[in-house]
C-alpha cells in the first residue's frame, strides 16, 4: 500500500464519514488522478474487518461484508433498547434549538453527549450535516423518520415550539452575558 493510499484510509477513519475523491485530493494535496491510483489498491479482500467502499464520487469506511452477522445483530440489539433520558435530553435540544454541533449539544446538556449522538444517529432519528460556519464540525438536525415517529409534519407542530424556543433562547443569552461579565 502507498503512502496516498495510507492516508485516505486514515482520513476517512478519523473524519468518520463519507468524502469525495475531489475533497480527498484537496485534503491530501494529490491530484484527483493519484487518488484514483490508489483507491485502485483497496480491492476486496477476505481479511480484515473494514473496507473502503467507492461508489465513484464518495469513498467511505464501512464494515466488511464478512462481518455484517455481528454487526446486524449489534445494530439490532442497540435499536431495541430504550433511548433513554440523555436521549431524550439530546433530542429535545435538537429539535428545539437545533441544528445544533456537538459541544452546543454538549453546553445545553451540560456532559459530553458523543455515544448518546452516535445512538441517535444509527436509529436514524437524526442526522449529521456540514456546518456551514466551520468545517471542522458538523451540525445535527432531526429527520423526517423522527418527525414521523412523532406524528408531526414540521417542529413548528411540537407542544409549545415557537414558545420553548424563545425562552431558550433568552435562557442562554442570559447565561452568555453573566459569563461575559466574569470574564
Given at each position: ?10 482520513l476517512l477513519f478519523?473524519l ?6 475531489t475533497?480527498l485530493?484537496?485534503?491530501?494535496g ?6 484514483a491510483?490508489?483507491l ?9 474487518g473494514?473496507?473502503v467502499?467507492?461508489?465513484?464520487r464518495?469513498?467511505?469506511?464501512r464494515?466488511a461484508?464478512?462481518t455484517?452477522?455481528?454487526i446486524?445483530?449489534?445494530?439490532k440489539?442497540e ?6 433520558k440523555a436521549?431524550?435530553?439530546a ?9 445544533l ?6 453546553f445545553?446538556r451540560?456532559?459530553n453527549s ?40 414540521t417542529?413548528?407542530?411540537l407542544?409549545?415550539?415557537?414558545e ?8 442562554e ?11
Amino acid at each position: 500500500m502507498n503512502n496516498t493510499a495510507q492516508n485516505i484510509e486514515a482520513l476517512l477513519f478519523a473524519l468518520g464519514r463519507p468524502v469525495s475523491r475531489t475533497e480527498l485530493a484537496k485534503k491530501l494535496g494529490v491530484s484527483e488522478a493519484e487518488i484514483a491510483a490508489a483507491l485502485s489498491m483497496f480491492a476486496p479482500r477476505d481479511t480484515g474487518g473494514i473496507t473502503v467502499v467507492d461508489d465513484g464520487r464518495m469513498v467511505e469506511l464501512r464494515t466488511a461484508p464478512q462481518t455484517s452477522g455481528l454487526i446486524e445483530e449489534i445494530q439490532k440489539e442497540e435499536s431495541s433498547r430504550d433511548i433513554g433520558k440523555a436521549g431524550l435530553e439530546a433530542l429535545a435540544a435538537i429539535l428545539y434549538r437545533g441544528p445544533l454541533t456537538r459541544a452546543e449539544i454538549d453546553f445545553i446538556r451540560g456532559v459530553n453527549s458523543s455515544q448518546t449522538l452516535r445512538t441517535l444517529l444509527m436509529r436514524g432519528l437524526i442526522r449529521r450535516v456540514d456546518n456551514p460556519k466551520d468545517e471542522r464540525s458538523f451540525l445535527y438536525e432531526p429527520t423526517t423518520e423522527l418527525f414521523a415517529y412523532l406524528g408531526i409534519a414540521t417542529r413548528n407542530a411540537l407542544p409549545g415550539f415557537e414558545e420553548t424556543r424563545t425562552k431558550l433562547q433568552q435562557l442562554e443569552d442570559a447565561y452568555r452575558a453573566k459569563e461575559a461579565e466574569s470574564n
